[in-house]
């Protein structure tokens, strides 16, 4: 069989440009994936997704924009002025190269064409060069491929260098493809995909040896995996209602999150983003070698900075010792750690994740010796269940989490298996406007947009609605009140004066693209009313923003 050609690869690209169709687009990767040889599959799959390496994978080109904008000025010979009228033109860096390309060719004569593995070797040369000089020598091999390259393949070399593939190639969409190449279930080609983090092994694996192979793959052990996400509640009743009653609740500890891979003497640990943080916890791994009773394992927990006392520190305590990896000593003795583990991914080579989450907790009790456990209760009712989240907070700790007890893990996912509570944050805001409400809420003015301040412009920026939190006297009395401070009305919407304050609590503030201050509340609801403050009194977008980056920072972002 002939050798792929990466034209191949990059013609597929611009088609998939073209449609928005999922199905077609799918039927295109389909087809592109039946044509590719058994050692092809895999870079062909990581090359279209625009993703080199695996998560897992430490390698990294660690090529900048900057480099491929030069390396593509010299070949085309590109002075400031064309550089910039390239920028005005286009914002995408595939884009950039392909008009660079184009409208600067060079004289050349005309060299083999390029094929997909050439192209994949060389990136794996450029992640491999390391060390002093190694800049220079990897815009050498990134220039070896784009001097042959075409304008429409350089466009999707440095897409793929970037990092950044925009027409539609996302993993469900592969998932799909590899599902309609096979005749496999679309299930099956998912759960695999979890378990390996690795689209391309998963592709090749499906298209040669199907089904079976695809069931057999598992965790491996000193490659993490992706790790399993939870959904924010409002409380434990809702946790409660969803999880029809059977629910675990762990305390959420607010710390680090690791994932440990123990093969006899051979322990690593791995941070919530997949790298390999061993070299700064070598306490943890000293605990982990004599305490964890398996000889192959993955377990996973959380790591929290303590006091002298055992009281949990602040969490940016406890990054400042993942980032650390020379003068440790010093640093374990100003910020000790504490590991609570809280799940258990594979046995002594066996799988663990597809067993329910009380099965695999019965596994982590049987191996973690002398290691702790996070605390946890399965809870009667709901009452018992807010003692425990009372208890939590007591202790220092950011809420619960709670588990359904028959959820398998499932890499990756933020579903509904898991849910986090953390106390509730308040905001006193401001009302801008209010929508008639319905059915039982019918005459009064019910759903309230709540605003903050911009303290740079003295606007007020709306960032959320809610009708939680009042009684039936309270709607009435709101209702007048609003109405007394009208300025217009549009359709179910009563606009008004920013004059009411209102203590808003909620769970957590997300990225919104539907409000113009990019942000909105979760889970508001309106706890009492603030006349003893003025609109100019209320909380500002400033404060929220800081509030959002603090939450950001939390997850790694
Ligand atoms: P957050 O910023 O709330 O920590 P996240 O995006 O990192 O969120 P989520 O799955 O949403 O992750 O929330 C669970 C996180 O809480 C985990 O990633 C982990 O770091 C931490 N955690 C603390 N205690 C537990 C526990 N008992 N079980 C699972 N995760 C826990």
């Given amino acids: 069989m002939a050798e792929t050609k990466f034209r191949e690869l990059a013609q597929l690209g611009e088609r998939m440009e073209r449609t928005k169709k999922r199905l077609e687009i799918a039927g295109m990767v389909a087809e592109f994936l039946r044509g590719l040889a058994e050692e092809e599959i895999g870079p062909g799959v990581r090359l279209l997704i625009g993703q080199v390496f695996p998560e897992w994978d430490s390698r990294t080109l660690n090529l900048s924009w900057r480099a491929v904008q030069s390396v593509l000025s010299e070949l085309a010979d590109l002075g400031r002025a064309e550089r910039g009228k390239i920028s005005a033109e286009v914002v995408d860096t595939g884009e950039w190269a392909r008009l660079a390309l184009e409208r600067f060719p060079k004289a050349k004569p005309q060299p083999p064409p390029l094929t997909l593995l050439e192209v994949y070797r060389t990136f794996e040369e450029i992640a491999g060069t390391s060390g002093p000089g190694s800049r220079g020598e990897k815009e050498r091999l990134l220039k070896s491929l784009l001097q042959r390259a075409t304008p429409v393949e350089a466009k999707y070399i440095v897409k793929d260098v970037i990092g950044e593939m925009r027409h539609g190639a996302q993993e469900g969409m592969i998932l799909l493809a590899i599902a309609r190449a096979t005749k496999v279930e679309q299930s099956l080609v998912t759960r695999a995909n979890m378990l390996s983090g690795d689209l391309g092994e998963v592709a090749k694996v499906a298209l040669v040896q199907g089904e079976a192979g695809l069931a057999r793959i598992n965790p491996r052990l000193f490659r993490p995996l992706k790790p399993m996400l939870a959904q924010v509640a409002e409380g434990v009743e809702e946790a409660l209602r969803e999880h029809q009653g059977e629910t675990a609740l762990e305390y959420k500890l607010d710390g680090a999150r690791v994932q440990i891979h123990k093969e006899g003497e051979e322990v690593r640990i791995y941070s919530r983003h997949l790298s390999d943080v061993t070299v700064s916890l070598p306490e943890v791994v000293a605990q982990v070698k004599t305490g964890l009773v398996a000889d192959k394992a993955i377990v996973e927990g959380e790591v929290i900075a303590v006091d002298a006392a055992g009281w949990p520190r602040p969490f940016q305590e406890v990054m400042r010792r993942f980032r650390r990896i020379h003068d440790l000593e010093a ?103 209010a929508d008639w409400g319905y059915g039982r809420r019918h005459g009064w003015l019910s759903n309230y947009h709540l605003a903050t301040r911009d303290e740079e412009t003295g606007e007020f920026m709306e960032v959320g609605k809610t009708f939680k939190g009042l009684t039936d006297k309270e709607f009435e009395e709101m209702t007048q009140r609003l109405l007394d401070l009208e300025i217009s009305r549009d359709g179910g919407t009563v606009y008004v004066q920013p004059k009411t304050v209102v203590e808003v609590l909620f769970n957590e503030i997300q990225k919104s693209p539907h409000y113009p201050s990019g942000l909105a509340l979760r889970f508001a609801r309106i706890t009492r009313l603030r006349d003893d403050k003025s609109a100019q009194e209320a909380d500002t977008i400033q404060t929220m923003r800081q509030l959002f980056a603090a939450q950001f920072e939390k997850k790694g972002g």
Avoid at 349 to 356: E, K, R
Avoid at 395 to 414: I, W
């Fill in 331 to 433: 640093i374990q003795k100003a910020v000790p750690v504490r590991l609570y583990l809280f799940d258990a991914l594979l046995r002594n080579g066996q799988s663990l994740v597809d067993l329910p989450y009380e099965d695999r907790w019965q596994v982590l009790r049987d191996i973690s010796g002398d290691l702790s456990l996070v605390e946890r209760i399965i809870p009667g009712d709901e009452k018992e269940g807010e003692v425990f989240l009372h208890k939590a907070q007591e202790a220092g700790h950011e809420g619960v989490m709670t588990k359904s007890l028959k959820s398998p893990y499932t890499p990756g996912v933020r579903g509904k298996a898991w849910f986090k509570i953390k106390p509730a944050v308040s905001l006193d805001l401001v009302i801008i406007a």
